[in-house]
């Protein structure tokens, strides 16, 4: 079938469906309306009783009762018998109430114009018919067309003036063409709309095959709230069964935080999408899940949706952590490395709002490392190692920064410790190296030579000159080690 027609006739159907139920409407306030008017005809009107008028009037509106109530009790069939909705059926009833309103009210004011003189009546029916039943233009057109001939043909009987009854005959033309018009605007208003609300729905079908056959994970919620609308296949496998409940919001699923879907929100409504956004969610028992999301504001049923695009990144994530760790830390002894050591301190002497004013450098070098190695193996020499950066870890602070320098070189930056305090940590150190040394049964002793440098914020040093001081200071703890044991006689 042409989409053009197949376009009409579900308009034209959709539309008598309405205009059906509009007349079941009106019969409804009609049926009240008559038990008025007869109340008016019976009692007020008891004075002109036996008159052609009051004979006449009480017709029309008895007629008119009766259509109402026949209408009432055919409603409840027609309005379900979708073979009869689907004739020419629809069409024939409503225009025979339309005949029927209009030409009643033209015989009322006809009948009225003898005893007031007014044709009122059949003006404002002419225009509530319009509005309130919007049949088809040319089927109204017909309607008025033989009516309102039939009026102005009967008026000119009543009326003798001709001066008075071609002020009639235009006024009431003029509401005739007035209320036609008013039809054809609403009419043409209903199939605009009509075929805008088709081109919606067709626009969501196929924006929601496209959401159904999206490969990965898409989810659309309301801006206002949160609450999910749709969630493909890809969504539903990647959560849980529970994520995807009614109660659930989309902060549970494509959002940290209820604090972070405020933020980013603003943020769509400024910029209408976000791209690229790094997804951090916790997970039940510590773990945590990455994702790289998508966000776009978006109207879907009439209202503003967002609609986020997650791609798990966990394993890209794991990787880049390893990746970081591996390019951060010492993969013999698990400390930082030295490039990481080294920013450290550059950061602390280029930052103007750090705490600290002042940093105490330590610089330790291992005793006898390369004749452990010559002597056991460097298997043995890399235990060495390991046990001397876990016996120093183990007695730092927090804010205390510990790295590898070197082969052998160790450093540890003390940050607002004054030398008291260092100088308590490392005893402890030594103490704990003198432990180990008496329980360990290895045959090489755990011994560092170590040198301390003050360095204050705003020196003029360079870190090669700071590292180069703190290595004087080293060299001369070692000299006093070697010195101390040629005196002894003892060999470390």
Not at 176 to 199: D, N, T
Not at 376 to 402: N, P, W
Request: glycine residues 4%; aromatic residues 12%; negative net charge.
């Amino acid at each position: 079938m042409d989409p053009m027609k197949a376009h009409t006739e579900n308009f034209h159907y959709s539309h008598l469906s309405f205009l059906l139920k509009r007349l079941h409407v009106i019969s409804i306030a009609l049926l009240a309306l008559y038990a008025f008017y007869f109340y008016v005809d019976l009692v007020l009107y008891q004075h002109v009783a036996g008159t052609p008028f009051h004979t006449t009037l009480i017709l029309i509106h008895a007629a008119g009762f009766l259509a109402s109530l026949f209408y009432m009790g055919i409603y409840p069939l027609v309005k379900k018998n979708q073979r009869f909705l689907q004739s020419v059926g629809p069409d024939l009833l409503l225009d025979f109430y339309v005949f029927l309103y209009i030409g009643s009210s033209a015989l009322a004011s006809l009948n009225s114009y003898r005893l007031s003189g007014h044709i009122d009546m059949y003006l404002v029916v002419l225009v509530a018919s319009a509005v309130l039943l919007p049949i088809r233009p040319k089927h109204f057109f017909c309607i008025l067309a033989i009516i309102h001939v039939l009026f102005l043909s009967l008026l000119s009987s009543f009326i003798d003036d001709p001066n008075l009854l071609t002020s009639k005959q235009i006024i009431s033309t003029i509401a005739a063409f007035i209320s036609f018009l008013l039809l054809v605007l609403l009419y043409s208003s209903r199939e605009q709309e009509f075929q805008h609300q088709q081109k919606q729905d067709e626009l969501q079908k196929n924006f929601r095959t496209l959401f159904e056959m999206n490969p990965y994970p898409l989810i659309l919620s309301r801006l206002s709230d949160g609450k999910l609308l749709l969630w493909n296949k890809a969504a539903a496998e990647s959560c849980s069964p529970s994520h995807t409940s009614d109660s659930v919001t989309d902060h549970q699923l494509v959002f940290s935080s209820p604090q972070e879907r405020v933020e980013l929100v603003n943020e769509l409504r400024l910029r209408g999408s976000i791209k690229n956004y790094i997804l951090k969610q916790d997970q039940p028992l510590g773990a945590t899940k990455w994702g790289m999301a998508h966000y776009e504001l978006i109207m879907y049923g009439n209202e503003t949706c967002i609609l986020s695009g997650v791609t798990d990144i966990t394993p890209l994530k794991q990787v880049e952590e390893n990746l970081a760790e591996y390019a951060n830390y010492d993969a013999l002894t698990g400390i930082l490395n030295r490039r990481s050591g080294l920013e450290a301190l550059n950061s602390w002497l280029t930052n103007p709002h750090s705490e600290a004013s002042s940093c105490i450098v330590c610089f330790i070098d291992l005793n006898n490392l390369k004749q452990v190695n010559d002597r056991y193996g460097h298997q043995a020499g890399d235990e060495m190692i390991k046990e001397v950066c876990t016996v120093i870890s183990e007695r730092l602070h927090d804010k205390d920064l510990f790295f590898r320098y070197g082969g052998d070189e160790f450093i540890i930056l003390f940050f607002q410790k004054d030398w008291q305090q260092v100088s308590s940590i490392w005893e402890s150190i030594q103490q704990a190296f003198a432990e180990k040394n008496s329980s360990s049964g290895k045959p090489y002793t755990l011994s560092v030579s170590r040198g301390l440098y003050q360095c204050e914020k705003d020196t003029d040093l360079s870190i090669e000159e700071i590292m180069k001081r703190a290595d004087c200071e080293m060299y001369k703890d070692k000299q006093g080690q070697r010195l101390s044991s040629s005196l002894s006689g003892k060999m470390v």
